[in-house]
């Protein structure tokens, strides 16, 4: 249920493209206490963007889950900023995190709704 989406400016090889969407998965499960079975990441590379007004090393990240309470975003932020940082070499200063809680019977999974 819970799904995070990475977007950012620079080029990723495949396997490092990869290499973030496997990590943050096990993170974001970690993070939420949630089965790292139901978490979906996706990692968009080279996309045009600008932050400040400037196209410096930047990511864009969605985090949306059932549950998701706010009393934990900050440190779901410092771990993926440092996650993120890790993997792509982009400031934590340049990364945006959006964070919503998803209603159940706003979340669609197997035909159904939770």
């Given at each position: ?35 790292e ?55 934590p ?22």
């Amino acid at each position: 249920m819970p799904f995070l989406k990475i977007q950012t400016n620079q080029a990723l090889s495949e396997a490092d493209s990869k290499s973030l969407a496997a990590r943050s998965s096990a993170l974001v499960a970690e993070q939420l206490g949630k089965p790292e079975r139901y978490v979906m990441t996706s990692v968009e590379t080279n996309t045009a963007m600008q932050f400040a007004g400037n196209d410096a090393p930047l990511a864009y990240l969605e985090l949306k889950s059932i549950g998701l309470p706010e009393s934990i975003t900050a440190d779901v932020s410092h771990a993926l900023c440092d996650l993120v940082a890790a993997e792509t070499g982009i400031s934590p200063e340049r990364i945006y995190i959006e964070f919503a809680d998803a209603p159940r019977r706003m979340w669609g999974w197997n035909g159904a709704t939770f």
